[in-house]
């Protein structure tokens, strides 16, 4: 199993750790380095600044929105980022949600989410590999572009610039067993929101016979420290907004993934009382034991024992989500 170092998108301001903390991970052999984005920074700046100060580490989106961008301009981005660093990107994708798709793109979410996703996947394979002109007859991704309120001038056209991996990794961040299905057949891996390892089965059986060579890389806050409960606080913190206000009373994917892994009723009351503006009681009201088991935090020894549990699973790459220097470097050793 394999360590990245999972950055996350900046809050209020640019975090002055991100380029430190990865140049501490490149050089305790850390496989990859990932950024993401939601309604702020965007994903593939912070990641160029990056590799440009960087040498070997892999360079990762987890994720960058579909909604963001048409599917050719991430090719593009892709593409461009690879060349910079010497063929070293990794271009992790997802769909968001109808609240950010809608509220912060100002683009309706679509009717078939996997139709849309499997349609963007076809068009940034078909820039990658460069074998003609990118043609799609999509109904979400069309190209050219067909529609009624269309010239009809449009061209079939394929890159200028070569791309220099025609075979650059694409991973998708699924959360529905149906989307994890499928994710399993169009894409080189897999970024799992939450990843608790005895708890498998709440992606459905698509994990029991992956493809040879596909990635299963969740991210996993990470913490070296005595006093576990604190440890968690940051976990139940982030769990509090995504379960809570990362979607609708009626549409949450978030909370629906946490009822699949056996908290249903904890998940609706977090929801309840985030959407009710008690935020600070929407976080208590995480359970300890969930926060625990999609988490590594705790005395070394607990990291230790708890690691192996990772091991065994199907998770080719945990992506550690912390800014502390010392828990990177153990967990590093505790991984040799």
Known sequence: MRLGLALGYWGRSPSADQVPLAQEAERLGYHS????????????????????????IRLGTAVAQMAARSPTTTAMHALTLD??????MMLGLGLSGPQVVEGWYGRPFPKSPLTATREYVDVVRQVLRREGPVELDGRFHSHPYRGADG?????????????LRA???????????????????????????????????AYG???????GGFLVAPMARAQVCDDVAEGLLPVKAMLGFYIGGMGHAARNFHADL??????????????????????????????????DEISLVGPRERIAERL????KGPVTDLLVLSPDPRTLRVLAELNS
């Open 167 to 201: 075979d650059l990794p694409v991973l998708l961040g699924a959360e529905g067993p149906k989307n994890v299905a499928q994710t399993t057949r169009i894409a080189d891996g897999w970024l799992p929101l939450y990843w608790a390892p005895n708890r498998p089965q």
């Open 33 to 56: 380095v990932w950024t993401a984005e939601s309604w702020g920074s965007d994903a593939f700046t912070p990641l160029t600044w990056i590799a440009a100060r960087t040498s070997r």
């Open 258 to 291: 946490m009822g699949r892994m056996g908290f249903e009723e904890e998940a609706r009351r977090i929801q309840r009382l985030f959407l009710e503006g008690r935020r600070a009681e929407a976080v208590a009201a995480v359970p300890d034991a969930f926060a």
């Open 205 to 211: 059986a698509a994990l029991d016979d992956l493809p």
């Open 151 to 163: 010239t009809g001038l449009g061209r079939a056209l394929k890159p200028i610039t070569h791309p």
């Open 83 to 88: 060349h910079l660093s010497g063929g070293r």
């Open 308 to 311: 192996e549990s990772w091991r």
